[in-house]
Each structure stands twice: as structure tokens, then as C-alpha cells.
């Protein structure tokens, strides 16, 4: 028996706004779709569901990110988004170039950061940005040996 990670599912309110913003870190549109019907109802556990989907993904990486914005029924508000002692789901993290320009780049759009940019022993630079829909999106970059 295999396992392997497929990909990891956000509910959003707005698809367009997070899929530019994902898009605008890096990640390509690798699908979309509408689903509704019996098979749908009936894997959710939901009656009458209508959503929209965009999955995202990178062509170094086999995981990828669905996001999913219901159409039918009304999607509920998370307890506390954006801080990252909430229970739930707590971050997607992206490995980047660059890091500063996506700051930056970032921060012209209106994103800013959980914290502040810092170094991970001899390994990283990282930061928490807080995205669209108070999404947090952990950015690292690798530190090139000297």
C-alpha cells in the first residue's frame, strides 16, 4: 500500500483574487472545473452542492493546491483566520527565489507579513504572508552554501 500527497483543499470566498494571488507567487492553473450531482452530495455529506475549482501547482512538485469556492450551499466563515495558533489548517508553504522581491512585490498588492522576514539557522530565510481572505502563506527561501 502507497501513499502519496495529492493535494490540500481550501474553501475560499473570492477563487479569482486567491488564484492571482497564488499565480503571482509562482504557481501555474494546472485545472479547472464546476462540480455539483449525486456524487458530489454524496461525498461531502452536503445536499445540492455547486462549486467552482482551481487547482494550482508548480512543475518541480506533484502536490498542488485545490481551491474550492461553493457556489451552493453557503460556505460558513472560519472560527479565526490568519493566526497561526488557530486550530485547523495552518499554512501553505511555497519555496521561492528571490524572497525580497515577493515581499515586496507582495506588500504593492496589499499583503503583508505575519512577522517579519528571518533566518533559520543555516538553512532559510522565511516570513508568514498574510493573503487573501486572511489566507497564511509561509514563504522560505534556501540559504546557497558559500
Not at 477563487?15 to 507567487?25: C, I, K, P, Q, T
Amino acid at each position: 500500500m502507497t501513499t502519496r500527497i495529492e493535494n490540500v483543499g481550501i474553501v475560499v470566498q473570492d477563487l479569482e483574487l486567491v488564484r492571482d494571488f497564488f499565480v503571482a507567487l509562482g504557481l501555474e492553473v494546472k485545472g479547472v472545473a464546476q462540480v455539483h450531482g449525486p456524487w458530489v452530495d454524496l461525498t461531502l455529506g452536503l445536499e445540492d452542492v455547486e462549486s467552482r475549482i482551481c487547482v494550482l501547482g508548480s512543475d518541480d512538485s506533484d502536490a498542488q493546491i485545490e481551491l474550492q469556492q461553493y457556489v451552493t450551499p453557503t460556505p460558513l466563515p472560519a472560527a479565526r483566520a490568519g493566526i497561526p495558533n488557530v486550530i485547523g489548517l495552518h499554512r501553505v508553504s511555497l519555496q521561492v527565489t528571490d524572497l525580497e522581491g515577493h515581499v515586496g512585490r507582495l506588500a504593492q498588492e496589499g499583503y503583508g507579513l505575519r512577522g517579519e522576514v528571518a533566518r533559520y539557522a543555516d538553512e532559510c530565510h522565511l516570513c508568514y504572508v498574510v493573503g487573501p481572505e486572511d489566507l497564511l502563506v509561509m514563504l522560505f527561501e534556501p540559504i546557497s552554501p558559500a
